[in-house]
């Protein structure tokens, strides 16, 4: 479209806007075009004159009304519902084609009806999103924070969660081992009581040498990990 189509486009926004209020306030609302009128102001708008959508708007302003009138109940600013509806009057006298039988009218009460359906969908799917952006509520000290500061977690602390996870499986899996395997593994990695100790520390409770606890902790670390990987 061109921009002089778009100016002529708000411009009878703008007039079918105002004059809707205008006749929603006086309750006083023109009446509809009789069928040869409509027919006679439809031929001039296609042969480009704008006075005659300027009246097809104004004779439809009832339409609108009527229209609007049965989503008083969904809680919108009228006036919205109004200037949405009014937008899709235009968008039916723009688009109307006489040549499928159909009536202005009957056609243009779905475009506004569809025009006002799809605006409150929009608005109920955007009141259903929330933002990560958006505050949420503040920190001890008194900061504003969004749902994505609650989101964000250390790197740290995933790494902690990973390793319990992992520590889990080792422990459901230690069954594979021999008792010395894993008496090693349970020491080395502080299975059950969480203290870790060195292959030194438990050479010397075991009384075996360190080189040893190292082979025996590699054996088993080997198959524990094959048992994992046959579990994923």
């Known amino acids: 479209m061109t921009i002089l189509g778009w100016a002529l486009a708000v411009s009878a926004v703008v007039k079918g806007i105002l004059f809707l209020f205008g006749y929603l306030h006086n309750q006083v609302f023109p009446q509809p075009l009789e069928e040869e009128e409509e027919r006679s102001y439809l ?10 959508r300027n009246v ?19 809680g919108e600013d009228m006036e919205d519902l109004i200037s949405i509806g009014t937008i899709g009057l235009i968008k039916a006298i723009k688009t109307y084609n006489g040549d499928r039988g159909v009536r202005l009218a009957t056609y243009a009460a779905r475009c506004i009806e569809n025009e006002v359906l799809m605006h409150l969908r929009n608005i109920k799917k955007v009141r259903q999103e929330v933002s990560i952006y958006d505050p949420i509520g ?74 040893y606890v190292s082979r025996i902790e590699k054996r088993a670390l080997k198959k524990l990990i094959r048992e994992i990987s046959i579990e994923m």
Not at 56 to 74: G, P
Request: aromatic content about 4%.
């Open 138 to 211: 503040y920190d001890k000290e008194g900061n504003e924070i969004s749902l994505l500061d609650v989101l964000t977690v250390d790197n740290e602390i995933v790494d902690m969660v990973e390793m319990k996870l992992q520590e889990e499986k080792v422990r459901n899996k230690i069954g594979v081992l021999s008792q010395r395997e894993r008496q090693v593994i349970e020491m080395r990695y502080g299975l059950f009581n969480g203290l870790k100790e060195t292959q030194r520390e438990i050479a010397r409770k075991l009384g075996i040498s360190r080189s």
């Open 56 to 74: 097809l708007i104004e004779r439809n302003l009832r339409l609108v009304a009527h229209v609007v009138r049965k989503y008083e109940s969904s």
């Open 43 to 52: 031929i001039k708008l296609k042969n480009g004159n704008e006075e005659a």
